[in-house]
């Protein structure tokens, strides 16, 4: 069976940073793009980073980039979002998921999620 537990998330101060970590299991991480989408309140889902399966290229929406890091432990089949700068507008719901990652990330499969507070 395919799993993704999200973890790490909280209420933040603006300008504080969080570190959210992904367990999988029922497949190994390094066979497919993994990476994050997020959902806030009222607005639809959002990509926010990924790494690529096929070259590990690393791709950033523009609103995190320059702000998140994006990392992936094969051995321990886990996924990491570090986030620093947190902003207000960065309030939402994580996912951790799988997908196809280039240009943007469309999922195929995802978690729960974790959610991230940002105060201003």
């Known amino acids: 069976e395919v799993q993704f537990v999200e973890s790490g998330g909280g209420l933040v101060q603006a300008g504080g940073s969080l570190r959210l970590s992904c367990t999988t299991s029922g497949f190994p991480v390094d066979a497919y793009g993994m990476g994050w989408f997020r959902q806030a309140p009222g607005k639809g889902r959002e990509g926010v980073s990924c790494?690529?399966?096929?070259?590990?290229?690393?791709w950033y929406s523009d609103p995190v980039r320059g702000r998140v890091i994006i990392s992936r432990d094969n051995a321990k089949n886990m996924v990491y979002l570090e986030m620093n700068n947190l902003k207000p507008e960065d309030t939402a719901r994580y996912y951790c998921a799988r997908g196809t990652c280039g240009s943007n990330f469309a999922l195929s499969a995802w978690g729960k999620g974790t959610l991230v507070t940002v105060s201003s």
């Open positions: 790494i690529s399966f096929t070259n590990g290229a690393i």
